[in-house]
C-alpha cells in the first residue's frame, strides 16, 4: 500500500504520545525523535527533517500553554500542519477545461511508467464524462505504440499512432490534429523517455512542445529514485513549462516520501499518484487527505466525492424501495455494481476515519474483490422473477431446487448460493428496519430527525452486518454512529446526506 510503512510509524508516534500520562519536554522529543527517524528512512532530505522539526518546536512551548488547553491536540496539530508544508509546493495545478480541446504532453525518464500512466490519466477522465484520447510519439522505445495501443484498447479510448513515421514532432501534431477536429476535450500526448543528459531527446522534447502547443507538461516521475527527483524535476523545467507532477510506483518502495517532498521542494504541484499496476491504481494528490490518510485519520470528503461519482441521487426508485423498507436482489446487485465502481477496496479503506492503509492487504483486496464478482455472477444467473421477487429469501426456501439451477448456471456449489441468499436476508432486514424508522430520510441532522431508540436499534442492526474487525477498528458502535453523523454532515445538500433523501 502507498506508504504503508511510513504511515504506521507516524501513527504509532502520535498514538504513543496520546498514551502519555502526563505530556513534557521529554515525551514531545520522544515523538519528534520518531517521527524525524522514519521520514528519514523514507529518504526524506535531511535538512526538511531538521526543518520540520524546528518548526513543531516553535510552534509548542509547553510551559507557556495555558491550563486546560488540550497538549497533546496541539502537538498532534502542530505535526500535521508540518507534514503538509512538507509536500506542499504552495502552487495551484492546471485544470483542463470541459467543452474545448485541452492538450497535455507527458514527459519523463525512462522506465518511469509515463506510458502506463497517459492510460490511466485518460481513464480517470473519461470515466468523468470526458472524451479523452491517446497520441504515441514515443518513436524511440521499441514496442511503445504496441504497449500504448494494448492500454488504450483494453480502456476502450480512441489512441492515434504510425509504425511507418519516424518523426514524432509529424505523430504527434497530425495525431492532436485529428482528434481536435472530432471535437475530443482531453488529448494526451506520449513522448519519449529521456534521461537529463540526453541534448538529443530534450531537444526533440522542445520541438514537439512549440510544434502542438500544450496547455499542460506533465512530468512523469518514478518514486523509487527518492530525492533524486528534485534533480530530475529541475532539469526537466530547465528546458520545458512543466506544469504539473505525477509520481508513479508509490506502492512498491520506502523512498516514496523523499519522492513527495523533494518535487514539492521545486514548486511543481503533484496532481495524480500511481498506486499499482492497475488502471484503476490511481489517485488524485491532494496534500491535506493524503497526510489524513496516512496517518489512519481518514478522507472522508474523498469518500463523498466517490459516492457523487456514482450519481446515486439519480435511481429515485431506489429511494422510493428503501423509504418502504423494500430491498429485492436486483437491488443487491446494483449496489455491488456501485462499489466496485468506486474503485480498489484499499483506496476506499484508507478514506474511511481509524483505518489506516495497511488494513487491507494487496491479497485480501484481491480476495474480497473475487468474492463479490462471485457473488453477482451466482445474480447473473438468476431469473427476473427472483431478481425482482420482495421476499427473495422466502421464494428460494420455499422452493429449493432453485438452488440447484443457479448454482448450475454459475457454476458453483449450492452452499455458495445459500451463502449469497444468508447474506441478501441480512441486508433486506436491515433495509425493512430503515423503512419503519420516522424521519430517517429527512434533510437535517440524522440524530435529530430520528427517536433515539429507533436509532439505537437500526444501529444495533448494523453492528451485525459488519464484519468484527472492521468495527473494532472504526470504535465499535458508537464510531460507527459517528461516522455516519460525519458522512451525513460532510455530504451536506450534495454529499452522502442523498443517500439518506437529502433534497426530499
Same mark, same amino acid.
Given at each position: 500500500?502507498?506508504?504503508?510503512d511510513?504511515?504506521?510509524?507516524?501513527?504509532? *508516534?502520535l498514538?504513543?504520545?496520546s498514551?502519555? +500520562?502526563?505530556i513534557?519536554e521529554?515525551?514531545?522529543?520522544?515523538a519528534?525523535g520518531?517521527?524525524?527517524?522514519?521520514?528519514l528512512?523514507a529518504?526524506?532530505?535531511v535538512?526538511?527533517?531538521?526543518?520540520?522539526?524546528?518548526?513543531?518546536?516553535?510552534?509548542?512551548n509547553?510551559e507557556? @500553554?495555558a491550563?486546560?488547553l488540550? !497538549?497533546?491536540?496541539?502537538?498532534?496539530?502542530?505535526?500535521? $500542519?508540518?507534514?503538509v508544508?512538507?509536500?506542499?509546493?504552495?502552487?495551484?495545478?492546471?485544470?483542463?477545461?470541459?467543452?474545448k480541446p485541452?492538450?497535455?504532453?507527458f514527459v519523463?525518464?525512462?522506465?518511469?511508467? $509515463?506510458?502506463?500512466?497517459?492510460? $490511466?490519466?485518460?481513464?480517470?477522465?473519461?470515466?468523468?464524462?470526458?472524451k479523452t484520447?491517446?497520441?504515441c510519439?514515443d518513436t524511440?522505445? *521499441?514496442?511503445?505504440?504496441?504497449?500504448l %495501443?494494448q492500454n488504450?484498447?483494453?480502456a476502450?479510448i480512441p489512441?492515434?499512432g504510425?509504425? +511507418?513515421e519516424?518523426?514524432? /514532432?509529424?505523430?504527434?501534431?497530425?495525431g492532436?490534429?485529428?482528434?481536435?477536429?472530432?471535437?475530443?476535450e482531453l488529448?494526451?500526448?506520449d513522448?519519449?523517455g529521456r534521461h537529463?543528459?540526453?541534448?538529443?531527446?530534450?531537444?526533440?522534447?522542445?520541438? #514537439?512542445s512549440?510544434?502542438?502547443?500544450?496547455d499542460?507538461?506533465?512530468?512523469?516521475m518514478d518514486a523509487?529514485i527518492g530525492?533524486?527527483?528534485?534533480?530530475?524535476?529541475r532539469a526537466?523545467?530547465?528546458?520545458v513549462?512543466?506544469?504539473?507532477? #505525477? =509520481?508513479?510506483?508509490?506502492?512498491?518502495?520506502?523512498?516514496?516520501?523523499?519522492?513527495?517532498?523533494a518535487v514539492?521542494?521545486?514548486?511543481?504541484?503533484?496532481?495524480f499518484?500511481?498506486t499499482?499496476?492497475h488502471i484503476?491504481?490511481f489517485?488524485?494528490?491532494k496534500?491535506?487527505?493524503f497526510i489524513s490518510k496516512?496517518?489512519?485519520?481518514?478522507d472522508?470528503?474523498g469518500?463523498?466525492?466517490?459516492?457523487?461519482?456514482?450519481?446515486?441521487?439519480?435511481n429515485?426508485e431506489l429511494?422510493? %424501495? /428503501?423509504?418502504?423498507g423494500?430491498?429485492t436482489?436486483?437491488?443487491?446487485?446494483?449496489?455491488?455494481?456501485?462499489?466496485m465502481?468506486?474503485?480498489?477496496?484499499?483506496q476506499?479503506?484508507g478514506?474511511?476515519?481509524?483505518f489506516?492503509t495497511?488494513?487491507i492487504s494487496?491479497s485480501?483486496e484481491?480476495?474480497?474483490q473475487?468474492r463479490l464478482k $462471485?457473488?453477482?455472477?451466482?445474480?447473473?444467473?438468476?431469473n427476473?422473477?427472483?431478481?425482482?421477487?420482495?421476499d427473495g429469501?422466502?421464494?428460494? !426456501?420455499?422452493?429449493?431446487?432453485?438452488?440447484?439451477?443457479v448454482?448450475?448456471g454459475?457454476? =458453483?456449489?449450492?452452499?455458495?448460493?445459500?451463502?449469497?441468499? +444468508?447474506?441478501?436476508?441480512k441486508?433486506?432486514?436491515m433495509?425493512?428496519k430503515?423503512?419503519?424508522?420516522?424521519?430517517l430520510?429527512k434533510?437535517?441532522?440524522? @440524530?435529530?430527525?430520528?427517536?433515539?431508540?429507533?436509532m439505537?436499534?437500526?444501529?444495533?442492526?448494523?453492528t451485525?452486518?459488519?464484519d468484527?474487525?472492521i468495527l473494532?477498528?472504526?470504535?465499535g458502535s458508537?464510531?460507527?454512529q459517528?461516522m455516519m453523523?460525519?458522512?451525513?454532515?460532510?455530504?451536506?445538500?450534495g454529499g452522502?446526506?442523498?443517500?439518506f433523501?437529502g433534497d426530499?
Amino acid at each position: 500500500m502507498v506508504l504503508a510503512d511510513l504511515g504506521r510509524r507516524l501513527s504509532t *508516534a502520535l498514538r504513543n504520545l496520546s498514551n502519555a +500520562t502526563i505530556i513534557n519536554e521529554q515525551v514531545l522529543n520522544d515523538a519528534l525523535g520518531e517521527i524525524c527517524r522514519a521520514l528519514l528512512e523514507a529518504d526524506v532530505n535531511v535538512l526538511l527533517v531538521k526543518q520540520l522539526r524546528e518548526n513543531v518546536k516553535k510552534a509548542i512551548n509547553l510551559e507557556e @500553554t495555558a491550563v486546560g488547553l488540550n !497538549k497533546r491536540r496541539l502537538i498532534q496539530s502542530a505535526v500535521v $500542519k508540518e507534514l503538509v508544508r512538507l509536500i506542499d509546493p504552495e502552487v495551484k495545478p492546471w485544470q483542463p477545461v470541459k467543452n474545448k480541446p485541452n492538450i497535455v504532453m507527458f514527459v519523463g525518464l525512462q522506465g518511469s511508467g $509515463k506510458t502506463t500512466t497517459c492510460t $490511466k490519466y485518460a481513464y480517470h477522465f473519461m470515466k468523468r464524462g470526458w472524451k479523452t484520447a491517446l497520441v504515441c510519439a514515443d518513436t524511440f522505445r *521499441a514496442g511503445a505504440f504496441d504497449q500504448l %495501443k494494448q492500454n488504450a484498447t483494453k480502456a476502450r479510448i480512441p489512441f492515434y499512432g504510425s509504425y +511507418t513515421e519516424s518523426d514524432p /514532432l509529424v505523430i504527434a501534431m497530425d495525431g492532436v490534429e485529428t482528434f481536435r477536429k472530432d471535437n475530443f476535450e482531453l488529448i494526451i500526448v506520449d513522448t519519449s523517455g529521456r534521461h537529463a543528459q540526453e541534448e538529443s531527446l530534450f531537444e526533440e522534447m522542445l520541438q #514537439i512542445s512549440n510544434g502542438i502547443q500544450p496547455d499542460n507538461i506533465i512530468f512523469v516521475m518514478d518514486a523509487s529514485i527518492g530525492q533524486a527527483c528534485e534533480l530530475q524535476a529541475r532539469a526537466f523545467k530547465s528546458k520545458v513549462d512543466v506544469g504539473s507532477v #505525477i =509520481v508513479t510506483k508509490l506502492d512498491s518502495h520506502a523512498k516514496g516520501g523523499g519522492a513527495l517532498s523533494a518535487v514539492a521542494a521545486t514548486k511543481s504541484p503533484i496532481i495524480f499518484i500511481g498506486t499499482g499496476e492497475h488502471i484503476d491504481d490511481f489517485e488524485p494528490f491532494k496534500t491535506k487527505p493524503f497526510i489524513s490518510k496516512l496517518l489512519g485519520m481518514g478522507d472522508v470528503q474523498g469518500l463523498i466525492e466517490k459516492v457523487n461519482d456514482l450519481k446515486l441521487e439519480d435511481n429515485e426508485e431506489l429511494m422510493k %424501495k /428503501l423509504q418502504h423498507g423494500q430491498f429485492t436482489m436486483r437491488d443487491m446487485y446494483e449496489q455491488f455494481q456501485n462499489i466496485m465502481k468506486m474503485g480498489p477496496f484499499g483506496q476506499i479503506m484508507g478514506m474511511i476515519p481509524g483505518f489506516g492503509t495497511e488494513f487491507i492487504s494487496k491479497s485480501g483486496e484481491q480476495e474480497s474483490q473475487a468474492r463479490l464478482k $462471485k457473488m453477482m455472477c451466482i445474480m447473473d444467473s438468476m431469473n427476473d422473477n427472483e431478481l425482482d421477487h420482495l421476499d427473495g429469501a422466502k421464494l428460494f !426456501k420455499n422452493q429449493t431446487g432453485r438452488y440447484a439451477r443457479v448454482a448450475r448456471g454459475a457454476g =458453483v456449489s449450492i452452499r455458495d448460493v445459500q451463502d449469497l441468499i +444468508t447474506q441478501y436476508s441480512k441486508f433486506a432486514q436491515m433495509v425493512k428496519k430503515m423503512g419503519g424508522i420516522k424521519g430517517l430520510f429527512k434533510q437535517g441532522d440524522m @440524530t435529530k430527525n430520528v427517536n433515539p431508540t429507533q436509532m439505537q436499534k437500526l444501529n444495533s442492526q448494523m453492528t451485525k452486518l459488519i464484519d468484527p474487525r472492521i468495527l473494532h477498528q472504526i470504535g465499535g458502535s458508537s464510531g460507527l454512529q459517528s461516522m455516519m453523523r460525519q458522512f451525513q454532515q460532510g455530504g451536506g445538500p450534495g454529499g452522502l446526506g442523498k443517500l439518506f433523501g437529502g433534497d426530499k
